[in-house]
């Protein structure tokens, strides 16, 4: 049976994914068969895996981190945020249907047998299990029938190591506040603290590592640096979501939807020399950018109505009426056609008027498309042509049928129109071939040639975690992190 070591933070956003993907890694390459498993995940982020199984993208990062194919026993449990007190409810890849936060809370300790059964098959499968968790272990009122922190860690009997951000403030009160506010039972299954984001020269933080080590009892396994490797994140706290882009010549557009999902999917484009990506809140923001793209949503309705209300939508018809270039991906794309009507109220219910900037309509039904395509770009005419018989892969993950009345963008389905295109597929733009061809095209739309590298995404990926796992073998006591391994509890 493997081996287990559990990562829990301090609170969301510590770095907790990161530092799973990166210690999957070092053990991939020390080599030992590493899985990451999330027993529960919250996030508009998701991936479909070869079997069509729907998980949070952070474990599909994890995995390929890994070295292996992501699978769902990596992630049994999703929930979807649909609005601010419910989410979508998917078990096993599948979707389950919508609870309230209220109906879930009472109802997910039914949902035990479903991680351990996960768990287990992952143990007999690999040498180590390097399992995440989910927020704060010390969120006090959430506790009761707890699966994703210190619950788990008692079912699987886990040892835990504690993530604390430096570079949020408050380190102290973070992790001795944070290991004060568990049971003293609790207490025991953490065997080490780990500080990450560290700004500058770390033997500044000599005296601090003493104090927490002093106050809590426990090591410092490791003082890790803040970093800017380039991989994909999970969630709406992204940095990437709010951080402004220093101007280039080549702008990127993305309208940051309420309920944006998949949003790594431009994560190629900042890849590439003299390009930025930024994410547009309001109307004012928007400008004239070089290409305009409308993300995928948990909510198309809903999303679509705060587009029209926030006056997005007529900056946005300004744009494409003087020529910029607009694509969207599967909300996004749903969103550029006349209608959008969701009879079986499966997200918000109602009908609303698309931007019409597309001829196509999309009802939702009740079987929800979960799949991995790969295909060409169409013989297109017009604007994008130069996208035609492009090579791509990603997956399809939506509800709803859209009609199609205008030429096929690709051989997975789409429209275009003028400088309007859309299809469903995520990931579509990681291909060098699509993402290349595009800034290619940008940058003669400026009269320039593009002569920077072009670099597809999977292996840049790669190269990514391997520059982690560089970073976290340098900064954490790796023979302390193995002897934890191997004593376990």
């Not at 799973?20 to 508009?44: E, H, W």
């Not at 699966?147 to 860690?153: K, S």
Request: overall charge negative.
């Amino acid at each position: 049976m493997a081996k287990v070591i559990m990562l829990q933070g301090t609170m969301s956003n510590v770095g907790k994914s990161f530092l799973t993907a990166g210690l999957c890694r070092i053990f991939m390459q020390d080599g030992y068969s590493a899985v990451p498993f999330k027993s529960q995940n919250m996030a508009l982020n998701s991936y479909i895996t070869e079997d069509g199984s729907e998980i949070g993208r952070a474990q599909a990062m994890q995995a390929e981190s890994a070295g292996l194919k992501p699978s769902v026993l990596m992630n049994p449990i999703l929930l979807k945020p649909t609005t601010d007190v419910g989410s979508q409810v998917i078990i096993n890849g599948r979707v389950m249907g919508n609870m309230t936060a209220s109906e879930y809370f009472r109802y997910r300790k039914n949902l035990i047998p479903e991680i351990m059964t996960a768990y287990q098959k992952l143990a007999s499968q690999h040498d180590i299990i390097v399992i995440e968790g989910a927020g704060s272990p010390a969120e006090l009122n959430l506790n009761r029938d707890d699966i994703v922190n210190m619950g788990l860690a008692k079912l699987v009997k886990s040892p835990v190591l504690l993530i604390g951000d430096i570079d949020r403030g408050g380190i102290f009160a973070q992790l001795l506040g944070t290991l004060n506010l568990l049971e003293a039972e609790e207490q025991a299954f953490v065997k080490g603290m780990i500080v990450n984001q560290f700004r500058g020269d770390k033997a500044l933080f000599s005296d601090g590592v003493r104090i927490l080590e002093e106050k809590s009892g426990l090591p410092v396994l490791g003082v890790v640096p803040y970093t800017n490797i380039d991989i994909e994140e999970e969630d709406s706290l992204s940095h990437k979501l709010n951080q402004e882009s220093a101007p280039n010549l080549i702008d990127i557009a993305v309208i940051h939807l309420p309920r944006i999902s998949n949003f790594t999917d431009f994560d190629v484009f900042s890849q590439y020399k003299g390009v930025s990506v930024r994410y547009v809140r309001k109307s004012t923001e928007l400008g004239i950018p070089d290409l305009i793209i409308l993300p995928g949503t948990k909510s198309t309705i809903s999303d679509m109505r705060w587009m029209r209300e926030s006056g997005i939508e007529t900056a946005i018809k300004k744009c494409v009426s003087e020529g910029v270039p607009l694509f969207g991906i599967c909300g996004g794309y749903q969103m550029l056609g006349e209608a959008v009507s969701d009879p079986e109220s499966l997200e918000n219910g109602g009908t609303i008027a698309g931007m019409s900037l597309l001829s196509g309509k999309t009802v939702f039904t009740g079987e929800k498309q979960q799949i991995q395509v790969s295909g060409n770009f169409s013989q297109i005419s017009g604007f994008w042509n130069f996208l035609s018989g492009a090579e791509f892969s990603g997956y399809e993950i939506h509800l709803g049928r859209t009609s199609q009345p205008e030429s096929a963008l690709t051989s997975c389905g789409g429209a275009y129109a003028g400088t309007v295109a859309g299809c469903y597929v995520h990931g579509i733009f990681d291909s060098a071939d699509v993402s290349g061809r595009i800034i290619k095209e940008l940058y003669l739309r400026k009269g320039v040639v593009y002569h920077g590298q072009v670099t597809d995404r999977r292996i840049y990926k790669q190269q990514q975690f391997n520059l982690l796992a560089d970073t976290i073998r340098r900064s954490l006591d790796m023979n302390q992190i193995y002897r934890i391994l191997q004593e376990g509890l």
